[in-house]
């Protein structure tokens, strides 16, 4: 059973940073597509970062430039470094995998998801 564990989030003031880390267990980690996935209540959920097993990745619009997405496979964890972080950016944030080593950019396309992990930008 695939199972995963965010952790990270918090309370920072804009221009600030974070990082979120997923700790994932059950199967073989590396071999599957990895991503970060936020919500805000009442909009649809965003995927904002993806990582395929080989170390493709994609960034949404709203978050390139200051978001990186990395892989741990040694250790069964994937990051979200987040810098200058903006009020915009609050939400939950949830650590996704799928049955495929390559990533798609449809939150559907992920079967598996963490509990997710809070972030709240102060203006």
């Known amino acids: 059973q695939v199972h995963l564990v965010e952790s990270g989030g918090g309370l920072v003031q804009t221009g600030g940073s974070l990082r979120l880390s997923c700790a994932a267990s059950g199967r073989t980690f590396s071999r599957y597509a990895v991503a970060w996935v936020r919500q805000v209540p009442g909009k649809e959920r965003e995927l904002v970062a993806a990582a395929s097993s080989r170390g493709s990745i994609y960034y949404a619009d709203s978050v390139k430039g200051r978001f990186t997405i990395a892989r741990d496979n040694a250790n069964d964890r994937v990051y979200l470094q987040m810098n200058r972080l903006q009020p915009d950016d609050t939400a939950v944030y949830y650590c996704?995998?799928?049955?495929?080593?390559?990533?798609?950019?449809?939150?559907?396309?992920?079967?598996?998801w963490g509990q997710g992990t809070q972030v709240t930008v102060s203006s």
């Open positions: 996704a995998t799928s049955n495929s080593p390559y990533y798609e950019v449809s939150p559907a396309q992920y079967p598996y």
